[in-house]
């Protein structure tokens, strides 16, 4: 096997590591964040500030969901040359889903937070900052 096959088995064993976990919990947030988001356009006079909050990180966690999996499909299936012919628009989305990311770090940090497991969508940072490190790799 070539060391392009190997780095692609590397990357697929990642993936399965910390992009499924990180999937398992994130697309249901997203999809609650969404409905949240339409609930609180009800009171948006009062509340402008966290209703913008939210649909930002439901648009932004949505696409970079979409963009990781498009992104880590093509680098599976078509390889290192195909992933840096990859429009900007998807590369965008990973970067806005990798901000949206951060913010779920805290409570990796922070031991005494109650749901340890809203740490789970930073798991997708590594498999993400992965995907990036290819791109501009020579």
Do not use: N
């Not at 190997?6 to 064993?13: A, C, F, K």
């Not at 499909?73 to 889903?97: D, E, F, K, N, S």
């Not at 031991?111 to 969508?121: C, I």
């Amino acid at each position: 096997m070539s060391r392009a096959g190997i780095e692609r088995w590397v990357y697929v064993l990642e993936a399965v590591a910390f992009g499924l976990p990180a999937l398992l919990v994130a697309v249901p947030g997203v999809i609650l964040g969404s409905m949240l988001g339409w609930v609180s356009l009800a009171d948006l006079p009062q509340t402008p500030g966290p209703t913008f909050f939210v649909w930002l990180m439901v648009v932004a966690g949505g696409g970079g969901i979409a963009s990781w999996c498009v992104l880590s499909g093509t680098y599976v299936v078509q390889g290192h040359g195909a992933l840096r012919l990859t429009p900007l628009h998807w590369w965008l989305g990973l970067l806005a889903g990798m901000a949206v990311a951060l913010v779920f770090l805290a409570p990796l940090v922070d031991p005494s937070a109650a749901s340890r497991w809203m740490g789970t969508p930073a798991l997708l940072l590594l498999p993400s900052l992965h995907l990036l490190w290819l791109k501009f790799r020579k």
